[in-house]
């Protein structure tokens, strides 16, 4: 289907920087908090943030049913609630008023003042209200080298990896915005060839590249979501830095999964890119093929285009500035789609509500240069790199901060998630 | 220190009847829909609930620094986050009303009318919107069990165990009130010594008898809670029925942990019985001596009195209306106090929210009619239990009503959380 609000041939009177991530054909939903308090629903066009609830109170959207505060919340829950249909008529009513051609917000500066602002201006907050954040584990490489390094006796793959998309419960407490510092977690670490634990700030604090999905409201207890439907559920998706004290989960994932290790801190992008404007990006799921030889019907997909060409990178931003590339990944090589995730994650009756948060695992390519944690890229610090200062790094130092950037681009043109950063402070006396 | 409320001598001008789960001395919150369609906040005493939103109206709780909205909720989180002292002062309050020697809304026959309902015309709704759900692993003859039946290579409880209270995170949208009941769900399984797996309906449905506790608003992002003040955050506990269904369990949890094997649903009783009301059941904890060898000081209690003495049962009803019990335990038996575990999930900086539940893990004690599934009851099913009717059971089978009841009793009196109920129904087709 064509979504008006993708038109690549748009151009905004906002901001003619087609370079960004921001275009008018990207339309991404956040939440912000103005320099006079106010908190609002936004969206970003170039350096500009929107105010949506002034934008609405002005009577912007006055053709589309909504309510009048849906807004003029600190969430977009409610807004992601209202379903599909509604986040287009949202998406293509912005991009029909910044649309270079039309004047009337353009030519009212009384509007403008009110509505526009420039994104250094506003703090980006969390954009929605995590309900329930489910990580899954879908990507091969990663799943291969982690087994490899971590399994202890076992270096081979699972055989149910290959069957389902696994995943495991993550705590949404400690979801937090990009941009937010993280003290180093205490814990308990076990020495090699030790059976006592000692106490202490986590020495092998690592990132992991992820993207997420957020759900609307999608089923009733009991009904599990069919796999070629499941996309009409997902609002959009963010970048995700999942935090990892690979120290600490070494000692406490047997017999169950990491908890403590991951459970201080998980970053996400503060800009929600919708599935719509992600859709000129959609590209074959490379696995496909492979797939379909021992799929079970559930999670069989009658499309083969069920993969997303998003670029994403990392970075080690060090105290000078300096800005290191660690790796350079791509959200298509992951083995199972979201819709297989969501329908496998259904299958048994479980429900899903506006809010929740499903990642992606970390997504590692075939290569060292592709890996998405350093665990992956040190091999857990047997090999360490070496930053452009000539430090090395087998894990993240304190004062590091630890960038990811994702962005789409083809000949339709360019959008992005921005970026999703956060840096390592000295833990805590305790 | 004197809990007003808990006073053993009061009695109620009410409801006489001390051998039930709800003397005045319990207090519990839940929240209930009447026949009117009322949804609010209330209290259980005796055969009776009452409508702490129309009690709180007319003006009861008048001394009390209350939000006039906060009982007219369909969920206790806003109150929960009111904080212990709030929690002590109300049950204070509704002790003193409905004392015997009260008169005030008792000869008050229109305020009556509009506060008290006979709890069976009224319907248990979930009394928490249920923030994160991690699930503790606490219980020693549990974790003993479980290896022994399901750890593949490895039939020793892990190393780690004795060192921290292990948890998983579990997903909350499937969180059910007791009374609703449970399509049995679909998913995958492995038969043995095959490599591929089938799909249908779980052939081995399971109860876990657990209890939860609820907390509120703990800690800041990146604040543990010290071990000695954690029990400050618990609101109050309810009876937990973890499901599983144990073939999809041996099928996905490694090399992560249980998810489609639970997520399917989790049922709690519908009154929240206090850690207040509790406190004239706490007892030793019978696993502090041996703890103190080797615990790290972030998990030392100063205390020994951490356990609360809560007799626990299990029954299946079956469609004849029989009730067999399947085995009895004590949640004082569990390894690590709730202080511990709250202590251990926060020690990263892990910050816990108002309404976030957290589950013991399967209570089995050290015989078999002490367990607390019936996997360890019957070994996996190689040893089938026989009810009453003469039929066999390895697991549940549809229409069977799976009940927990828990209740304190000593020379003080007794106080219970009533009954945590859910039925098995067939299948969906899919």
Redesign the interface.
């Known amino acids: 289907m064509k979504i008006a609000a993708n038109d690549p041939n748009r151009k905004s009177w906002l901001n003619g920087n087609t370079e960004c991530d921001f275009p008018i054909q990207n339309i991404p939903f956040g939440v912000f908090i103005t320099k006079d308090d106010i908190i609002t629903i936004g969206t970003r066009i170039g350096e500009y943030a929107i105010d949506l609830g002034a934008f609405h109170q002005l009577g912007y959207f006055k053709d589309i049913a909504l309510t009048d505060d849906i807004f003029m919340q600190d969430s977009l829950n409610d807004f992601i609630a209202d379903g599909r249909k509604t986040w287009r008529l949202v998406r293509n009513r912005i991009a029909e008023v910044f649309d270079e051609k039309n004047s009337i917000l353009r030519d009212n500066a009384e509007h403008r003042d009110v509505i526009i602002f420039d994104v250094n201006e506003v703090e980006m907050l969390l954009p929605i209200d995590v ?4 990580g899954f ?1 879908s990507s091969k490489h990663h799943a291969n080298n982690i ?1 490899n390094i971590f ?1 202890f006796k076992n270096t081979e793959i ?3 990896w290959l ?2 998309p ?9 979801v ?1 915005v990009s941009g ?1 510092n ?2 180093r ?4 670490t ?1 020495s090699d060839g030790k ?3 000692i ?1 202490g700030a986590s020495k092998k604090i690592d990132l992991e590249l992820e993207t997420a999905f957020i759900t609307t409201a999608a089923n009733h ?4 979501i069919p796999v070629n439907e499941a996309e009409e559920y997902i609002f959009g998706m963010v970048l995700m830095n999942d935090w990892s ?1 690979r120290d ?1 989960q070494k ?2 994932t ?4 990491p ?2 290790s991951k ?3 998980t970053t996400i992008s503060p800009w929600i890119v919708t599935l719509d404007a992600l859709e000129p990006y959609r590209c074959e799921n490379p696995n496909h093929e492979i797939q379909n030889i ?1 799929l ?3 999670l069989k997909q009658t499309s083969d285009k069920n993969a997303f060409d998003i670029k994403l990178q990392t970075f080690i931003e060090t105290e000078n500035g300096d800005l290191n590339n660690l790796s350079e990944s791509n959200f298509k090589d992951i083995y199972w789609s979201m819709s297989q995730q969501l329908a ?2 259904t ?7 506006a809010g ?1 948060l499903m990642s992606s695992g970390t997504l590692s390519g075939p290569t060292k240069d592709s890996y998405g944690s350093l665990l992956e890229i040190t091999k857990d610090g047997e090999e360490p790199i070496t930053l452009k200062d000539g430090t090395k790094r087998s894990f993240v130092n304190d004062s590091d901060n630890v960038i990811i950037r994702g962005y789409c681009e083809n000949e339709q043109g360019r959008i992005g998630f921005g970026k999703c950063t956060g840096k390592i402070l000295p833990a ?1 006396e ?1």
């Not at 696994?166 to 400690?174: D, E, I, V």
């Not at 207890?221 to 599990?224: A, I, K, M, N, S």
Request: aromatic letters at 14%.
């Open positions: 309900g329930d954040f489910t584990f087994s399994n699972e055989s149910n069957h389902m696994l995943a495991f419960n993550q705590r949404s407490s400690t937090i937010t993280i003290k977690p205490l814990g308990q076990i059976t006592t634990p106490f207890f009991g009904e599990p004290a600490f000692w406490e047997k017999p169950l999964s908890a403590a459970s201080f801190a021992q079970l019907p559930y496998h994650l299958i048994n009756g479980c429900s899903v509500r929740d805590i305790f």
